[in-house]
């Protein structure tokens, strides 16, 4: 079964009207030998805040040390994004073998008049796959209520309730404590109940759950008007305001035990939330003090007062009722701006008036619509707006054109708000995370991978194979965007395929295939006429992908630059007809970083381990005039940037502490820091990075893929280069088996959001290098295949590197460890030529003759080294 066939059959479950209790699941489960039931579950279920909690959970158990599962809902673009193990969706090869060994049983219940729902049945997934990946604990946000819900199937070990509302009240009951009751049913049989309620439905809550830990703000007095406070609560929070403008300090007190960190997640109510995570955590596991600070600061939660820049201020909330919007403005009005710019787009269901009434009263809005059918006609929004006293007030069919043309009026010192529903927000978030990936077509066989890779039908992929071996480009888009554009290309001559899953509310593959003229009157014709759909922003970015506007360049200077990098000015250059865009801008302000040596050309970074058992070359240098000399001698060869690591990351390796790896590192990089190359710090810890920034570094290489929640802000404060890596554990763990639909696909997909961390901390994208991870929780064959395709790396707008050096990978081609020379430096030259921006290899001199000679063949009209 194909991916989308197994999605659509999903969706279509949809049709089943939500309906309580937990048999169906059940039965379901059973259908599927119950494969849930060595997994130990957390619930949690609230009128607000229980996805915001459970991905606190989820990441604080992670630090920890345990696999985890998380199912929440909705998701934004993905449907895959509701069940994720250890922060990886789902695969799409799991999803299409779910629903092969259900659809028969569902079409069965179905015809019976008893089929599972949409929720339903997604829930069977969730804790089918937990089962079969063998999770330590899953985390299950509850979808409705507690008591009825299909996810309270299983019997958790812990559970949470954050809050009560009226809300679903045909369902739960006409009371707020009607609905507590219900979702105080979530208790654990062995565990006390969690929850941040207060008043009258706390005491509904322990009517059915007794035994209760209470987590809240809390009085410390009585009230200036002499009523009675409430009871303190037995975990007390403290919202200590904005850390940063992404970041809130909050401070937790239990009966025996108390922390202070910082969240990703701003607003009092989010502090909430904190406090019921690590309470949770707590009961859960084995958790310490420090995997609770790194825990909670590490859960990012997109769409959530996400805080995209600062000139001007962007942010997306999905609040989506008017208490949400209450929220939203309070945390709002901790920022300072001028003028407030309001994209809004809700659904048809909702209170807009009572939304608009809770928000800030903006001085412009651009009302608009959420690509589904559930969304509310943007002329209403429009009216409404208007009467709650907004400015000016405008339409946009699409939200991205909306967000475009809010961005257009804001100044530096405003703020544009994206909220209304997280669809809206998902849309317009598309701007920062929408991939348009160029592919390699050499041949027949590459054009049918690519049409198969983004899960289009097998009559089309014969069909239209022949097509694709001119420029070839996958993105991801809306349905109605998808179609329109199709429609265009198709005029223009060229050919478009798209997935078989095509709806209103879910994004589609789409391969777009032409020539470059073709690609460049497609362009034209979306930038140059009124479309609707936000199809300007998909103009930007193909032409950005396909280089569109460069033009031929003149003969590459390659003789050194003594200053090159050195104080941060100057723009990196752009490569012109060699299908290498140097660094696509994807700033909001157009701005331009340092200039990097990789900006026109392929660089080469020299490896320099001082320490004592690094994979390859060990306690060959980790005594420092040792270091220095191959330091010397690395940039005499003509390394243009030095990385100086003072941990092994190698299977196996045991970490060292902070100190050790400062000891190590920091003198060496005061020593060489005024040669004539950059200097870079591999190491994964914050604290490292910034003294190897202080000491002269110029670049942090962070093998983690910012897994301390500091790296970022560091590596900003400093205005240095960051390296970020595809990792799924470092130091590796040997023998890890992480399941791929595509490992390169994949891979830039998680990429992208380790991107945008870094971006939002205050990074530009030619600052920040991708690095697809080599050996770190991929096979050899899987190695060879990131390779192969590193040029589409390219779609996420920043430089790529390429750490390859003496690897494990190849013994693929019958090379042992110390006879891996000459399979790398032929590894090498196939990078450059691909695309790769920056080399990381031992072995320097036998690299950089590498480069040049790929490069050289590449254009022998533009690389000249002679003269150097």
Request: hydrophobic share 40%.
């Amino acid at each position: 079964m194909e991916y989308h066939e197994a999605a659509d059959f999903l969706f279509d479950l949809r049709r089943f009207r939500p309906k309580p209790g937990t048999e169906s699941t059940a039965r379901l489960l059973a259908h599927l030998e119950n494969p849930h039931e060595n997994v130990d579950y957390v619930q949690i279920a609230g009128s607000n805040g229980k996805g915001s909690t459970a991905r606190m959970l989820e990441r604080t158990l992670r630090e920890a040390g345990y696999s985890v599962g998380l199912y929440t809902s909705p998701h934004l673009e993905d449907l895959r994004e509701r069940v994720r193990v250890d922060g990886r969706k789902i695969p799409r090869a799991a999803v299409s073998d779910y629903v092969d060994s259900v659809r028969e049983y569902v079409t069965e219940r179905a015809a019976d008049g008893e089929s599972p729902t949409f929720f339903e049945t997604m829930t069977g997934m969730a804790l089918w796959q937990f089962g079969r990946e063998d999770v330590d604990v899953a985390v299950l946000e509850v979808g409705i209520g507690g008591r009825y819900d299909a996810t309270s199937v299983v019997d958790p070990v812990a559970s949470a309730v954050t809050s009560v509302t009226l809300e679903h009240t045909g369902i739960l009951g006409d009371t707020v404590e009607e609905i507590a009751r219900d979702k105080a049913h979530v208790v654990p049989a062995d565990a006390p109940l969690v929850t941040g309620v207060t008043g009258s439905p706390l005491e509904a809550v322990r009517e059915v759950a007794g035994d209760v830990v209470t987590v809240g703000t809390g009085p410390e007095r009585t009230d200036d008007d002499g009523s009675e406070p409430q009871p303190r609560p037995d975990v007390r929070v403290a919202y200590d305001g904005r850390a940063n403008h992404t970041e809130a300090a909050v401070s937790i007190d239990g009966p025996d035990w108390d922390l202070e960190t910082r969240i990703p997640l701003l607003g009092e109510h989010q502090a909430e939330n904190a406090g019921i995570a690590a309470t949770l955590a707590r009961q859960v596991g084995d958790v310490s003090d420090a995997d609770l600070e790194r825990g909670l600061r590490s859960a990012h939660w997109p769409g959530r007062f996400e805080v995209l820049d600062t000139e001007p201020l962007i942010v997306l909330d999905g609040a989506h009722n008017p208490g949400a919007c209450e929220g939203l403005a309070e945390t709002l009005g901790t920022y300072d701006y001028d003028r407030l710019h309001l994209v809004f787009g809700a659904m048809h269901d909702k209170d807009h008036r009572e939304m608009a009434a809770a928000l800030p009263t903006p001085d412009a809005v651009v009302a608009t619509e959420p690509t589904l059918d559930r969304a509310e006609d943007r002329a209403v929004l429009a009216e409404v707006f208007a009467a709650a006293g907004a400015g000016a007030v405008r339409t946009e069919a699409a939200v991205q054109d909306a967000l475009a043309t809010a961005l257009a009026d804001a100044d530096d010192d405003d703020c544009v708000l994206v909220t209304g529903s997280l669809y809206a927000v998902a849309e317009a978030r598309s701007r920062w995370t929408r991939t348009d990936v160029p592919k390699h077509v050499r041949d027949l066989a590459d054009a049918r991978d690519a049409l198969e890779e983004a899960n289009v039908a097998a009559g089309d992929v014969e069909r239209l194979d022949g097509d694709a071996v001119h420029r070839v480009v996958r993105t991801v888009l809306r349905d109605r965007q998808a179609t329109v554009l199709k429609e265009e290309l198709l005029r223009l001559g060229g050919e478009c395929a798209l997935s078989g899953l095509e709806r209103d509310d879910e994004a589609v593959d789409a391969v777009l295939m032409g020539t470059l003229a073709q690609f460049e009157a497609l362009v034209d014709a979306l930038e140059t006429r009124t479309r609707p759909h936000g199809l300007a922003d998909v103009a930007r970015e193909l032409r950005d992908t396909l280089e569109l506007d460069a033009g031929a360049e003149p003969t590459v200077d390659v003789g050194r630059d003594a200053d090159a990098g050195a104080d941060g000015d100057g723009a990196a250059a752009t490569t012109g007809t060699d299908d290498r865009s140097a660094t696509p801008d994807r700033t909001a302000d157009g701005s331009s970083g340092p200039d990097y040596p990789w900006g026109d050309r392929t660089a080469v970074m020299g490896i320099l381990n001082v320490t004592p058992d690094s994979f390859h070359d060990g306690g060959e240098y980790d005594a420092l005039e040792d270091a220095v000399a191959r330091a010397e001698s690395m940039v005499a060869a003509d390394a243009d940037v030095i990385d100086v690591g003072g941990e092994s990351t190698r299977p196996g390796a045991d970490p060292v502490s902070v100190d050790e790896e400062l000891d190590r590192v920091v003198p060496v990089i005061e020593r060489i820091a005024d040669l004539d190359a950059l200097i870079s710090v591999d190491t994964r810890r914050a604290t490292v990075a910034d003294a190897a920034l202080a000491a002269g570094a110029d670049i942090v290489n962070d093998v983690s893929g910012l897994e301390d929640p500091e790296m970022r802000f560091v590596a900003a404060e400093h205005d240095a280069g960051l390296v970020v890596m595809h990792s799924i554990d470092a130091p590796v763990v040997p023998d890890r088996d992480v399941e791929y639909d595509d490992v390169v696909a994949d891979v830039i997909d998680q990429l992208s959001e380790r991107v945008l961390l870094a971006e939002k901390a205050g990074l530009d994208r030619d600052q920040i290098v991708v690095d697809p991870g080599i050996g770190f929780g991929k096979s050899a064959s899987e190695n060879f295949e990131l390779l192969d395709r590193i040029d589409e790396f390219r779609a996420l707008g920043c430089p790529v590197l390429f750490g390859h050096s003496h690897k494990s990978m190849f013994e693929r081609v019958g090379r042992e460890a110390g006879e891996r020379l000459e399979a790398t430096v032929a590894a090498t030259a196939l990078a450059a030529d691909r695309g790769a921006d920056l080399i990381r290899v031992h072995d320097v001199p036998e690299n950089v003759a590498a480069v040049r000679t790929a490069l050289a063949a590449r254009e022998p009209d533009r690389f000249d080294w002679t003269s150097s």
